[in-house]
């Protein structure tokens, strides 16, 4: 969500002297656009009237928009003190801090602007923005509805509000704002694309894929709402992988216009040189993708290899400050243009770029149609093609990218031996506690998993397990559980099954320690289909959980088959439908089988390829340097 705010303009809220030839010719060529001959009229008229207010006023805005941004700050202040009354100064002015991002000077500015004139829309509007931008979100809303009450078709405020709404997981009512904008402002692509992301928050799947394909119809080149219409269709059973490759295709065109230039490579072959390898990610902290490539980043051969990361995201947290320490270079280019970002990495002498993030938020896919190193791929942020031609490869294993589902894919398939990803040993020192089932008397199922993951089809098998298994209980574990109405439409929905709420349990958001201690309530964990865990499922057996797993059909579907096969586990992995449920009954009948396999399933995984560090490690090397060895023996004469 990019957010929009109101821009100073020529005329502010006055009208020009109309005796004033000078200034009405003057304000005409500013409204036209025409900068230098417009700032030359304000000046004449200064040099004869210096405290002409007016155009003191309009001089201000033009050398803002000039890009001087010291004079025009004495400009405005100088006006200000002219006629410190008039509202459209103090407006104008604060839209200038505002772009220069100092929020809260602007935020003063609009202030002023609305005590000395309450019913300035705009004013409200734009501190409805620096409102939302300091977390004060309440009051951000409330800003935008006085915007609304003062101008009820502002479709821009109706917009920024839905944006509000938003950040505050109030899908429903963001949902109404977008509608609203677009009901006043039909082709309004940006309001579309923003409520598909609320409509697949709310799990509305296919409304969500309708509204990203409004605004790519409206918009061609909205790259964003390709990226939401591919990650989207991924909650979707039975999906056709013909039609996400004919969409990624269709996002790797537009991404690639206007990227002509082929990109000279030279020096990167010398003999002895270590292999520069660059990876671009947003999610370089405690979240799974940092997760994931901590135990390739600390255990990579540093004889061999140097790693460069690129960060799309300014935030950072304990996880990013160790990645960091791994790392020969760690860049934020979180504000930096798809060209400057490419320069950056054409300097550096990267020898292989990889794409961490695939169609997930904070992607920068279009800085790899820039091809700016010789190699490019893609790994483990978005199981599925990225439709960009410059990208080379996608890295995968045999279980996630089967022999025959290599025409899902615009990139050539490289697969490692074992496991595609590598997880790392969770820091807390958590003990695996005895089977919770010989206590209770009954068995609990669990699933910590997003609750956009359980879809209709997986809450029905879900029902007919609880169903099969008398006094069966379920947790479910999720941030999203913290807001009522999420937990009351499963509970409606269980009961509609037959599931009665007592043998529901629920637990939002908590900390590190207290969300492995809840490993220690279930017996079982249900993977959820089509789109199955990763992280959860590694945890949950790290912590003596065994997890049933669905059989898929796509890289992504498939994940639960590479983290069963190769956490020693396959028997857990059911075919279909009616197999998962076949063997949730066995497995939770032989309790004792169940208790054996909690007492070493933690010792079992953390010695199998999901775990083992320095074994991925050496393979994930083996695959950068026959992608190395590949590109030279095709013909890379210029290297």
Known sequence: MKPSQSSPTPSGSRTPDPHNENLQRATALHQQGQLPEAGALYRDILKSDPNCFDALHMLAVLTFQSGNVEDANALFLKAKGLNP????????????????????????????????????????????????????????????????SLRPNYANAHFTCGETLQTMNR???????????????????????NRGIALRELGRFQDSLLSSVQAIKIKPDHLDAYSNFLFTSNFIQNFSPRSRLEKARQFGIQASKGVEEKTIFSGLNAP??????????????????????????????????????????????SLTLRLKKSVS????????????????????????????????????????????????????????????????????????????????????????????????????DMEVQCLPALDNGYVTFGSFNNHLKLTPEVIQLWAKILMAIEHARIFLKSAQFDDPSVKNHLRETFASLGISQDRLLFEGKTD????????????????????????????????????????????????????????????????????????????????????????????????????????????????????????????????
């Open 329 to 428: 270079r760690y860049q934020d280019i979180t504000n930096q243009t798809d060209i400057d970002a490419a320069r950056l990495i054409h300097r550096d002498g990267i020898h292989i770029l990889i794409d961490l993030s695939g169609h997930t938020a904070l992607n920068r896919l279009p800085l790899f149609a820039r091809k700016q190193a010789p190699i490019q791929a893609s790994w483990l942020g978005y199981c599925g093609t990225t439709g960009i031609a410059q990208i080379d490869y996608m890295i995968g294993d045999q279980h996630v990218i089967p022999p025959g589902e290599e025409h899902h894919f615009t990139e050539k398939i490289k697969r490692l031996p074992g496991s595609y990803f590598c997880f790392s040993q969770p820091d807390e």
């Open 272 to 317: 002895g040189m270590k292999k520069r390898i660059g990876f671009v990610s947003g999610d370089f902290k405690n979240h799974p993708v940092g997760y994931f490539t901590i135990s390739l980043f600390e255990n990579i051969d540093r004889s061999k290899f140097e790693i460069y990361a690129y960060s799309n995201n300014a935030y950072e947290d």
């Open 512 to 639: 590190r320690t207290r969300y492995f201690e809840a490993y220690n309530k279930i017996d079982i964990a249900l993977d959820p289909f089509p789109y199955p865990g990763a992280t959860t499922s590694m945890e949950a057996m790290w912590m003596g959980v065994p997890v049933l797993t669905k059989k898929g059909d796509s890289f992504l579907s498939h994940n639960g088959e590479t983290i069963a096969v190769n956490a020693g586990q396959s028997e857990w992995v059911a075919q279909n439908a009616n197999d998962y449920l076949d063997k949730a009954i066995r497995f939770s009948s032989d309790l004792m089988a169940l208790a054996q396999l909690r007492s070493k399933l933690r010792h079992q995984v953390l010695t199998s390829p999901i775990y083992a560090a320095d074994q991925f490690a050496r393979n994930f090397e083996i695959a950068l340097s026959e992608m190395w060895a590949d590109y030279i023996a095709a013909g890379a004469s210029e290297l």
């Open 171 to 193: 899908f429903e009512e963001a949902v109404s704002s977008y509608d609203e904008a677009i009901a006043l402002k039909p082709e309004y692509a940006e309001a579309y694309h």
């Open 85 to 148: 009354g008039d509202a459209s100064i103090h407006f104008n002015y604060g839209v200038m801090l505002q772009k220069l991002n100092k929020s809260q000077e602007a935020l003063l500015q609009f202030k002023t602007t609305i005590s000395i004139n309450p019913g300035h829309p705009e004013a409200h509007q734009n501190s409805a923005i620096i409102l939302r931008g300091m977390k004060r979100l309440e009051e951000a809303i409330e800003s935008h509805r006085s915007a609304i």
